[in-house]
């Protein structure tokens, strides 16, 4: 398996007639894009499920560049648009599956940093990572985001993701980030993106709590969450 991220300006060329070297200026307008290689299974829910009906369409996309740790460095795309999809069958050889996705809407790839790693969580309450320490403040706003990969209600009718804060890891009352609630999770999978108020202050330590609706038992959610900290 393997991804390539990238991010890049649009440039146009100014130099003049006569110049022996070509001189660009920005046109501040950015674009990312996403190669995603790996192999072919045509399982429920596997690769050949998530990838050929989608070209076109487009999604929000979350990707850990430095594994699945709490603090780790994080990439998402607001959107994702898939342009296409290849299958690479080779005699002998298992094969191929590959897809390209161009950027629809920002890219975060700035102080953006996985607050509750990519596991199966149940039960109300702080999901099992508990609190991420950033090392300060920040009071820029910034975006979130929540992948979930797996969803067992067990007779629940929804399960509510949300971030919260505290100055000092909860020695007064954890606080709900404003604007830090996630669309409740019905199914899987699903994806969404919050965008956090600008100049919004979010408080050193943060961490996700979950809230399960309804009655029900055996519960289970598998995600993942990230926080974007505007500089």
Partial sequence: FE???????EVEETHGFGDSWVEVETTDINRGGVTQRGWYDDATDKTSDALVANPGVS???LAGIE??????????????????????????ELTKISAEYLSDGEVDDVDHEIVQTLSAE????ATSDGSW?????SANGGAAYLEVTALALGGYTNVEVKLQESSDDGTDPWADVAGGTFTVVTTAPNAERLVLAPLLAIEQYVRVLLTWNGAGSSESITLIVTLVRDP
Avoid: H, S, Y
């Fill in 3 to 9: 991804l390539e991220l990238n991010k890049e300006t």
């Fill in 59 to 61: 999604r929000v996309l």
């Fill in 67 to 92: 594994g699945n740790v709490q603090g780790g460095a994080a990439v998402g795309f607001q959107g994702a648009m898939q342009r296409n999809i290849a299958r690479n069958p080779i005699r002998g």
């Fill in 122 to 125: 149940a039960g109300d309450g």
């Fill in 133 to 137: 320490d950033n090392g300060g403040a």
